[in-house]
């Protein structure tokens, strides 16, 4: 999924203003990587990611 979409999740997630505190909700996240690249923003407080695979992800 990174590889394929990659690309489109990382450009909707710049236009989004993180100015504020925020918690992070992954539904269907894969191997977790959203979830890794929104835990390195400063403002996130709390970022989950579930996925109905045996190798569900879950974050800070």
Known sequence: MEKG???N???FLNKI???QPFTFLDVGCGNGWVIRHVTEIPTC???V???KSKN???SK
């Open 17 to 19: 203003s993180f100015d």
């Open 45 to 47: 407080k709390k970022a």
């Open 49 to 51: 990611g579930i996925d």
């Open 5 to 7: 979409h990659g690309g």
């Open 56 to 58: 569900d992800y879950s």
């Open 9 to 11: 999740v990382l450009k």
